[in-house]
Structure formats: structure tokens, C-alpha cells
């Protein structure tokens, strides 16, 4: 299976404090990928030298085949963001805000479309700011997938989702995977983190702690549930005597 992702020994200091420490990962195409780990554990830095947003201070990334830092116009065409808050204009419409994602990109997703899959179908003639918290996060994975990318980030997938809301994101990305799509994501929500994602790696002050999926995580520290091995792994909990 081909490496859609590829960080070798990535190092990341805010001053003294060593954000992300030597992580290596892999991730392949069309899979899932979770980076999964307690508040300030180091996923957002990661994802933003991963983007090329940030600079790392040592490590070498790639993406697509691509360097971040030197082929952002093609990986920009390629890959789709999910921001937690974007930087619109305040009076700006749904419809227009998605109309201006779309003209950047060579071949757009149909915006309404998508709009209609994630439920706000009935909201693209509102302001954006006018919509609720959860509609917005939504609106956000629509943006991230209106480049109609080989890729996506997804950081916090569905915090501040209602429950149906939750279920049908996950229903949609396991089609979009299904049709080839690749999925990074973050999330603190571990019925979520089984339900979708094909591999997962737990930082703990920025250091990967394990590699792997569910069943082996869950398996290796002999518990049942997903949500206590991850406790324990990422150092949420103390662990069992
Ligand atoms: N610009 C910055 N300047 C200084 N410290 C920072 C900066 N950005 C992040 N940090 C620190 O780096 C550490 C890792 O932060 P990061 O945002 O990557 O964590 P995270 O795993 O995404 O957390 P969360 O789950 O809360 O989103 C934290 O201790 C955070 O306070």
C-alpha cells in the first residue's frame, strides 16, 4: 500500500518546552490515521509541521512525495484542512464562503452537495456566524473537503456535535474512505477513534507511546475497553497495578 505520509524523526521546541520529541510515522493511502493523545501532548504542533505551517526543528516530512515546505502549491490543490475556526469576513454567507473555497481548486466537490450530506443543506443562504457551534464545525469538514483532496485533516473531528451529527460524519467518511480517501485525524472521543481509524498513535509529551491499532492497544495493556488502554497509554490515568 502506498505511504501518503511520511515524518522521520520530527523534533518541535516552543523555548524549553519540547513539543514533539524524534516522532516517526507512517500512513498509508485510502486508511484512516488517529493521532490521539491528552491536551498539549503535541497533535496540533505535529499536524502543522506536517502542513508545513510550522516549522519543524529537525525531521524530514513528506507528503503526497512532496516536501511542505517547497511544493505548497501542489499539496495545497491535494490535501483538505479542517480548521477550528476559520478567518472569514463576519457578514460573509455560507454560500459565499463555500463558493470562495471552490474557485481556489482546480476540480471542486460539489459544495451544496456536501452541505446537504453533512445536514446544513437548509443554512447555505445564512451568515456563518449566525450558525450554532456544531453547524459550524460542520460547515468546517465541508470546507476541508471541497478541494476534493487525496488527504484530509481532520483536528477534533466532531467536538461540539450532537449525536446524529457524530454518526453521520462517521458514515460519510467511511464511504469517502472507501472511494479512496485518505483521513489524519485527531480526536479525544475513543468510540470514535474505534469506529474509524485504521491505525492510531498516542503521544505523551510529545513522544509516540504506541503504534498500532485499537485491538492490539487494547490488547498489549489487557483491557477490554478501548478508552482504558487509551487512558493508560497516554498517561490520562495511572496505571493498572
Ligand atoms: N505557539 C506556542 N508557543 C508556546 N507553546 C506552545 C505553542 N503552541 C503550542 N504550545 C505548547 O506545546 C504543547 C503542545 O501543544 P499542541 O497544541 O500541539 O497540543 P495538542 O495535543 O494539540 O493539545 P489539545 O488536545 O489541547 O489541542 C502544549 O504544551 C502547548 O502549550
Redesign the pocket.
Known amino acids: 500500500m502506498q505511504t501518503v505520509i511520511n515524518v522521520e524523526q520530527l523534533s518541535k521546541s516552543?523555548?524549553n518546552?519540547l513539543?514533539v520529541d524524534k516522532l516517526s510515522l507512517s500512513v498509508k493511502r485510502g486508511t484512516v490515521y488517529g493521532l490521539l493523545?491528552?491536551?498539549?501532548?503535541?497533535?496540533?504542533?505535529?499536524i502543522e509541521c506536517i502542513l508545513g505551517t510550522k516549522n519543524a526543528d529537525s525531521g524530514t516530512i513528506s507528503v503526497l512525495g512532496c516536501n511542505p515546505k517547497k511544493d505548497r502549491n501542489s499539496l495545497f490543490q491535494n490535501v483538505g484542512v479542517q480548521f477550528q475556526e476559520g478567518d472569514y469576513q463576519p457578514e460573509i454567507k455560507v454560500s459565499e464562503l463555500c463558493e470562495e473555497t471552490a474557485c481556489l481548486y482546480e476540480a471542486p466537490a460539489d459544495w451544496k452537495k456536501l452541505c446537504e450530506q453533512f445536514g446544513i443543506g437548509n443554512k447555505i443562504g445564512n451568515a456563518v456566524k449566525s450558525l450554532s457551534g456544531g453547524e459550524r464545525q460542520r460547515l468546517f469538514i465541508v470546507l476541508a473537503l471541497i478541494p476534493n483532496p487525496e488527504l484530509v485533516f481532520l483536528d477534533?473531528l466532531t467536538t461540539g456535535l450532537d449525536a446524529k451529527a457524530r454518526r453521520d460524519v462517521w458514515r460519510i467518511l467511511t464511504e469517502l474512505r472507501s472511494r479512496g480517501l485518505t483521513v489524519f485525524l485527531?480526536s479525544?472521543f475513543m468510540d470514535e477513534v474505534e469506529v474509524l481509524c485504521d491505525e492510531i498513535c498516542i503521544?505523551r509529551n510529545g513522544k509516540a507511546v504506541f503504534f498500532g491499532t485499537v485491538e492490539q492497544a487494547k490488547k498489549a495493556n489487557k483491557c477490554e475497553n478501548f478508552e482504558d488502554a487509551y487512558l493508560m497509554l497516554s498517561g490520562e490515568e495511572v496505571e493498572k497495578e
Open positions: 516552543y523555548g518546552l513539543a493523545g491528552a491536551n498539549g501532548a503535541g497533535k496540533s504542533t505535529t477534533e485527531t479525544h503521544l
